[in-house]
Antibody, heavy 123, light 107 residues
């Protein structure tokens, strides 16, 4: 059974940094792209970033709203994907979900999701 | 980016009745359309992909249809566990984008 378990997050001041991580189990991790999707309180879903599978070169992609501030990385031997959140803004406050893609790259169907990690940005 | 628009925002339905939710794309996404269900405090769950293919373990009462810019999710006979928020998402172009969600509530 595929399981995704997020950790990290918490409270940061505007301009600060946080890191969220996701540990995956029950799958051949290297074969799949992984994404982060966020949800602001009471709002809809917003794709944030993705990293493709090892066979697709572990390429990284970002939403315009976070480009230049967030960094996604994967540690395939440890079956983890992380998101470094820098230069945080109030509008980055959200639950951050780790999501598994059904393919190695570019096919953004999210078939498994973690439980989410809350990031709050406040003075 | 492609804008996804869902309607209605809220649908009030009785148990056993049919629910029909709509999703419109600002440009063609061919059949690259997924539907997710989200309950309070939970992560989204994949229901439908490819506009009409049910994901593993999804009951047959859930069905999807449509192509290009117009899509529909139908729940044929609502069960108590189906009251939730439903999101559509296109994956034809990067960035993948979601609709704002439709809430299905008990009438």
């Amino acid at each position: 059974e595929v399981q995704l378990l997020e950790s990290g997050g918490g409270l940061a001041h505007p301009g600060g940094s946080l890191r969220v991580s996701c540990a995956a189990s029950g799958l051949t991790f290297a074969s799949y792209g992984m994404s982060w999707v966020r949800q602001a309180p009471g709002k809809g879903l917003e794709w944030v970033s993705s990293v493709s599978g090892t066979g697709s070169g572990e390429r990284t992609f970002y939403a315009d709203s976070v480009k230049g501030r967030f960094i996604i990385s994967r540690d395939t031997p440890k079956n983890t994907v992380s998101l470094q959140l820098n230069s945080l803004r109030a509008e980055d406050t959200a639950v951050y979900f780790c999501a598994k893609e059904t393919e190695s790259s570019g096919w953004y169907i999210f078939d498994y999701w973690g439980q989410g990690a809350l990031v709050t940005v406040s003075p | 980016e492609i804008v996804m628009t869902q309607s209605p925002a809220t649908l009030s339905v009785s148990l056993g009745e049919r629910a029909t939710l709509s999703c419109r794309a600002s440009q063609s996404v061919t059949s690259s359309l997924a539907w997710y269900q989200q309950k309070p405090g939970q992560a989204p769950r994949l229901l439908i992909y490819g506009a009409s293919t049910r994901a593993t373990g999804i009951p047959a009462r859930f069905s999807g249809s449509g192509s290009r810019t117009e899509f529909t999710l139908t729940i044929s006979s609502l069960q108590s566990e189906d009251f939730a928020v439903y999101f559509c998402q296109q994956y034809d172009n990067r960035p993948p984008t979601f609709g704002q969600g439709s809430r299905v509530e008990i009438k």
